[in-house]
């Protein structure tokens, strides 16, 4: 008789294969990963007031050099702003993925992949649905952001979570007793397991 609860362990897969999802850090990763778009596509649609605006960049750094040339506080803001609006997704898509044994490029190539894409679809949206005109450079710093945020956070944090899940599979960790992937707290993976 089914009582409608899933009994199955969080994980799925043996220890160490990269395909082996843990469940509740993928559901914290799709959750958080919905909220921060939420709030990019919220701030992306608040109308902006501007007395003269720039024409369209389709000139890869052009906006970046003359922002540097600049040299002005607001000028180093926007691009502060270009690079951090989506740096998040560099550990939140991996967290979404839910896989702690993920080889580190594929999982870089895979991020970086998936941030150009939502950052053009962003860019691509924000200039047909408000004033705001296309400019590669805002795709590219986005780009960057993320890249840097996965190499800053993701391969440390899984190398942290593969350490500790061998420390607790030895049996050295009270009633745990060297089980498998599904013998660690969800709470432990799920917090930073991309």
Do not use: C
Request: charged share 15%.
């Amino acid at each position: 008789m089914r009582t409608g609860i899933d009994k199955r362990s969080p994980t799925e897969g043996a220890v160490g294969d990269p395909s082996a999802v843990h469940r509740n850090a993928r559901r914290l990763g799709l959750l958080l990963l919905a909220v921060h778009l939420g709030l990019v596509l919220w701030s992306a649609f608040q109308p902006v007031s501007a007395a003269w605006m720039a024409d369209s960049n389709l000139t890869p750094f052009a906006t970046v050099r003359s922002e540097l040339s600049a040299g002005t506080a607001h000028a180093y803001l926007e691009l502060l702003r270009g690079l951090l609006l989506l740096a998040p997704l560099g550990v939140l898509l991996p967290l979404a993925g839910g896989r702690l044994y993920a080889s580190t490029l594929s999982s870089f190539i895979r991020t970086g992949f998936a941030a150009v894409l939502v950052a053009t679809g962003l860019e691509v949206l924000m200039s047909t649905m408000t004033s705001h005109l296309l400019d590669v450079d805002d795709v590219l710093l986005a780009g960057v952001g993320v890249a840097l945020t996965h190499l800053a956070v993701v391969p440390a944090a899984r190398a942290a979570l593969r350490r500790r899940h061998r420390n607790h599979g030895s049996g050295g960790n009270g009633g745990n007793g060297g089980g498998p992937r599904g013998s660690l707290n969800p709470f432990e993976i799920a917090h930073l397991a991309p």
